[in-house]
Structure formats: C-alpha cells, structure tokens
C-alpha cells in the first residue's frame, strides 16, 4: 500500500490553515497582555507559597507575566553561577545574594531584604496549648528541623533550642529535613511529634497540628534578602516586582504570611 | 578528606539488603520461573514496580506506612522499641522494596535458561526437588546470581530518592553516601562531593565491568 500525499489540493487546503494559525498568533500577539514582558524568578523554597500570592496581585495590576523556579537557597545560587536563567533571586540569607553582587551575577546596589522569617514550634498532636515546657514534660522521640548546614532556618532552630536550654535533652532526637517544608512534613505525617519550622510554612499549608510563634528574640534574624541578576538589568517586569515587592501592600501581605518586614516590626 | 562513615553505612546497608534479598528473592523468582498460574503476570508486575516508580512514590507511601501513628509503625515500635521511619532498620526495609527486581529477575531469567528437562533428569535419578534445586539449578544458576547480587548491591549503594523522604540525615544511621554527596553539593564543598562521587563511580564502573566480563565467559561448568 501507497501513502498518496500532497495532493494539488491538500497543499492548498495545509497552507490556508497555515496561514490562520500565523494570523492568529499575531493577533495573539499583538494583544497588550501578551505584549507584556515576562520575568522568571528563583525563590528560597520557603517563601515560595507567598511569592505565589504576591505574584497574582503583581500581574493583574502591572500585564508582566512572571514564572517560579523554588529550591533551597545554596543550590539556586549555584545554579545562578552555572548561569541559570534567572532574572531575581529572592534567597533565604542575606550570604547569597551579597556573594552574586561581588561576583557581578547580580546588579549592585538592588539588594534589600524583603522579609524576615519566624519560626514556629510544632506539635503532630492538636494541643490545647503548646509551649516549650512540654518537651520536658512529656516524652518523645523525634524532632525534626530543617538541616541546619543547608538552611538558614534550621541554623536558627538550633539557637532557639540553646537559648531555651533544650539541646542536650533534643539533640539525640534530631532529624533534619533537606529543608523547612519536609521538617514540617515529618511532624505532619506523625514520624516526628515536634519540630522548629518556618512559621510561613505552617501557615501555608493544610497542617492540623498546633503551633507557638516562637519569639524573634531567640535567634538571630533571619534576614531573607532578594537582588536583581545581572540579566535583567533592563527587565520591566523584573524591577517592576521588585520594586512592588517592596510597597507598603506588598509588605502587609508578606507580614499576614507569618514574616516580619520594615513596616510590621514597627 | 571528607568524613568517610557515609560509606561504610552504605556499604552496610547494600550488603544487608542483598543477603536478605538472596533469602526473599530466590523462592520468589524460582516460583516466578516455574509457576503456570495465572497470578504470575501480577505478581511479575508487583516485582518491577520499583523500576518505573519514582522513589518519592515509595518514599511518600513508606512515610506514612511506617509512621508511629501508622497500625504498623506503631506495631514495630511495640516490637522493638523503635522507630521505623529515620533508622537503619527503615532504610533496610526500603531497601529490599526498592532493590527487589534487581535481584528477581535476572534470577527468573537464569531458571528459566535452565530450562525444565534438567529438573527432569534429576528427579529421574531419585533426587528430592530440594536437592535437585540446590545441586543442579542453583549451581546452573551460578552466573545469574552473581549478576543478580552485584546489581542489588550497587544498586542500593547509589540509593538516594527514598532514603531522602524517610531518613532524616541521622549521622551514623542514615546519612549514607548519596546523602552526604547532596549536601556537599549544597554547602558548595564540591572537593568533598568530588572526593566521594569519583570513589563511587570508580566502583560502580569496576563491578559492572566484572561482572559483563564475566557474563561472556563460556558457560559454567557443573560437576
């Protein structure tokens, strides 16, 4: 059997809907919300479901379009080094994004802190009431943390824990997750009974646990620090988020989102 | 030098994972080789999922299978007093899950090249099936349990997905050589991550190159 194609007449029949589709796509095109420029974004993973909310308000006031790649902060700076293409790093310290500005990745002069993180003390359980005392009233087995060599967070659960007085009791019992989300997932499927997350975290998801705010003055700040990458110095969208990001409405919704900012902590 | 423990924890665990899918696995490929029921596509099919699933398939079911608040979790931690989920014993029992066809089915392929006549003949010479297995299939079998036992070993050294969800990072107890290659490469020490990825590819380059040198040898000899 033959396959009998391009017939006189198919031909015709291929580039008249050839010629529609072009038609379309430039009409597609010559629309203003697709004429927008578009910006992609590199977020530490644990503002990711913040910068999610902002970025709905961002493009249906400004036409932008902006995407997210979310990964822990250590492993999107090296990918920015290994050239990534992303056009704004929102990171989880201030380390990162102060090393891309020395090293030209970033442009200088952009970076500021758009939030400063909290931490919550967890429990799988739903208590009553939730404060440090009943980790030495009552026995357990695990708490989970993010990895304290990988996470800023996880870094600032151990200095919550020695400022309590709680790190020979807890130190036996730490796991520590690749990053806050999974510490809070161990507590939430009930492999950890405890642990020290982003209070943003917990404040994303669906957990049904109980929580206590710990209180900033337990650890160190946690300066979360964004700048704009070197290739999109002239990105509309990107210095447009940017400079939205740092608004006084950005601001209150990123409080909301369990951060400190500027304003809130006034 | 990188902190070498990860290794050996992950040796341990391979050569654990192994010996006990020698014990789990045989029966189940001879059965697999041999059987005409109707259940064997299914249980075939059961065997080859960790091939084409991904790890946080398994590790997402093992997180909530073994969990204390689980019936089974909490029945292992009355048993034994300890947690399954975050321990060595978890990763043991991941592992054999994970490794399971790597271990299978190059043994059903070796029954199975054995064909059934030899199995024949030695009962005909008054042989019990259990002495007939021993003395004549599993000497037959030789080079597929060779292969069988290299791959399930290396290929629980280089196990990484799984024990991400349901290990924790335990020093000593979980935190095997993948682990610590993961967070060498996130804390940007890459002559560590260097150190322990170039040992582990030598390895896994040396065995698989034994073990295909060996498999086009002439056929084993039985006597």
Do not use: C
């Not at chain 1, 800023?152 to 659960?157: F, I, T």
């Not at chain 1, 400079?243 to 006034?266: C, F, K, N, P, V």
């Not at chain 2, 924890?9 to 029966?27: D, R």
């Not at chain 2, 040198?213 to 084993?220: K, T």
């Amino acid at each position: 059997m033959f396959y009998h194609s391009a017939s006189p007449d198919g031909v015709s029949k291929v580039s008249a809907l050839m010629l529609r589709i072009a038609s379309l796509a430039l009409a597609l095109l010559a629309s203003p919300v697709l004429r927008a420029d578009s910006a992609l974004v590199a977020v530490a993973s644990n503002f990711a479901p913040a910068l999610n909310a902002l970025i709905a308000e961002f493009e249906s006031t400004s036409g932008h379009a902006l995407r997210v790649a979310a990964g822990s902060t250590g492993k999107l700076y090296a990918q920015i080094v290994q050239g990534a293409p992303f056009d704004m790093f929102l990171a989880a310290d201030q380390a990162r994004p102060r090393q891309l500005e020395n090293s030209l990745h970033a442009v200088k002069g952009s970076r500021f802190t758009y939030a400063r993180g909290r931490l919550a003390l967890v429990s799988w359980d739903a208590l009553d009431e939730i404060a440090p005392e009943i980790l030495r009233s009552t026995p357990f087995r695990r708490f989970a943390i993010a990895n304290p060599k990988t996470a800023p967070y996880g870094v600032a659960a151990i200095e919550v824990l020695r400022a309590l007085e709680l790190t020979e009791l807890i130190e036996p019992k730490l796991v520590r997750g690749e990053n806050v989300g999974q510490a809070l997932a161990f507590v939430a499927s009930g492999n950890a009974e405890y642990g020290l997350v982003a209070l943003s975290v917990v404040r994303s998801g669906a957990f049904h646990g109980s929580l206590w705010k710990v209180p900033a003055a337990l650890h160190s700040p946690i300066s979360q620090d964004a700048v704009l990458l070197e290739r999109a110095r002239d990105n509309p969208a990107a210095n447009g988020f940017l400079s939205y990001l740092r608004s006084e409405g950005a601001r209150q919704r990123i409080a909301a989102m369990g951060y400190d900012t500027h304003s809130a902590r006034q | 030098m990188p902190d070498l423990s990860p290794v050996w924890l992950s040796v341990a665990l391979a050569a654990i994972t192994t010996m006990l899918l020698l014990v789990i696995g045989t029966p189940l490929a001879w059965w697999l080789s041999q059987t005409r029921s109707r259940l064997r596509p299914v249980i075939e099919a059961v065997t080859a999922l960790p091939l084409v699933l991904p790890p946080t398939v398994l590790g997402f079911y093992l997180l909530i299978l073994l969990s204390p608040t689980s019936a089974f979790g909490g029945f292992w931690i009355d048993l034994t007093g300890d947690t399954l989920t975050f321990s060595f014993t978890g990763l043991v029992l991941a592992s054999i899950i994970y490794s399971l066809p790597f271990m299978v089915q190059p043994l059903v392929s070796a029954f199975e090249a054995n064909g059934r006549n030899v199995m024949e003949a030695a009962a005909s010479l008054r042989a019990s099936p259990l002495d007939a297995f021993f003395r004549v299939a599993v000497p037959l079998s030789a080079r597929g349990f060779v292969t069988a036992m290299v791959l399930t070993f290396t290929h629980t050294l280089g196990e990484f997905g799984v024990v991400l969800m349901v290990g924790g990072n335990i020093p000593g107890e979980t935190r095997v050589v993948s682990i610590a290659i993961y967070e060498h490469v996130e804390t940007l020490q890459y002559a560590d991550a260097h150190m322990l990825s170039a040992g582990l590819l030598t390895f896994a380059l040396l065995v698989l190159v034994a073990v295909y040198a060996l498999n086009r040898r002439s056929a084993v000899r039985v006597g």
